[in-house]
């Protein structure tokens, strides 16, 4: 069973390109979230599908970012015009929905996308 | 906001138990308390969770007070590779997928 897996694992850009990181989730997990954290805090969520819907954006999440799961597998997080505020790691995470009644999914992380904006 | 508080840092000499607390005092009766852990330039590792009962894996133990105010991980016997900084997280239990919390944790560092 492979793990959820990132590409690229380092990303250096100059302000105001564009960058785009995929995620590929854990086979058979229905769910995908993307987070981002800076040097010395905890990740920060960014948003979350269900399938190949998106259904809860965090208001970190500026018209500049844009997430897409066409197909319910794996997932594309971009930025446009990037700022040197942007430089992070993001996470992306994935989980399994469990049955009606039942604890709430666990999300099991990528190593991440380290973002470096020049 | 978290909703947990945990010592900015720990100390565990190798081959000891590691014992770290976490304080959730606003708890509510349909959320779960999840340890994740995040070992330097990784992503985080999810490590154990639980509701009312004591629960224990392969990789540690959570200890959940009967009032469920405060819960311990216990990592039985440290070992240098169990440096990392410790989440302590406090999840509603519900079919929709919601979003981890994490605060800034517990650095804890295993020393030899």
């Known amino acids: 069973d492979t793990g959820v897996s990132q590409n690229p694992r380092h990303k250096i850009t100059k302000r105001g390109q564009n960058v785009t990181f995929r995620c590929d989730p854990i086979?058979?997990?229905?769910?995908l979230y993307w987070y981002r954290q800076t040097l010395g805090q905890g990740p920060e969520f960014l948003t979350y599908?269900?399938?190949?819907?998106?259904?809860?954006k965090s208001r970190l999440l500026s018209d500049r970012f844009s997430a897409e799961r066409p197909k319910g597998s794996f997932s594309t997080l971009e930025i446009q015009r990037t700022e040197q505020g942007d430089s992070a790691m993001y996470l992306c995470?994935?989980?399994?929905?469990?049955?009606?009644?039942?604890?709430?999914?666990?999300?099991?992380f990528g190593p991440g996308t380290r973002l470096t904006v020049l | 906001d978290a909703k947990t508080t945990q010592p900015t840092s720990m100390d565990c000499a190798e081959g000891r138990a590691a014992n770290l607390p976490c304080n959730h005092s606003?708890?509510?009766?349909?959320?779960?308390v999840y340890w994740y852990r995040q070992i330097h330039s990784q992503g985080p590792q999810y490590i154990i969770h639980?509701?009312?009962n004591n629960e224990t894996n392969e990789m540690a133990s959570l200890i959940i007070t009967e009032d469920r105010k405060s819960s311990t991980l216990i990592l039985p016997h440290a070992t240098l590779r169990d440096t990392a900084v410790y989440y302590c997280?406090?999840?509603?239990?519900?079919?929709?997928?919601?979003?981890?919390?994490f605060g800034k944790g517990t650095t804890l560092s295993v020393s030899s």
């Open positions: 995470a994935s989980s399994k929905s469990t049955l009606a009644g039942g604890p709430t999914d666990t999300q099991y």
């Open positions: 086979s058979e997990h229905n769910r």
């Open positions: 599908f269900q399938n190949e819907a998106q259904l809860e």
């Open positions: 606003t708890i509510s009766g349909n959320e779960y």
């Open positions: 639980g509701l009312k």
């Open positions: 997280i406090v999840r509603v239990a519900n079919q929709a997928g919601t979003a981890l919390i």
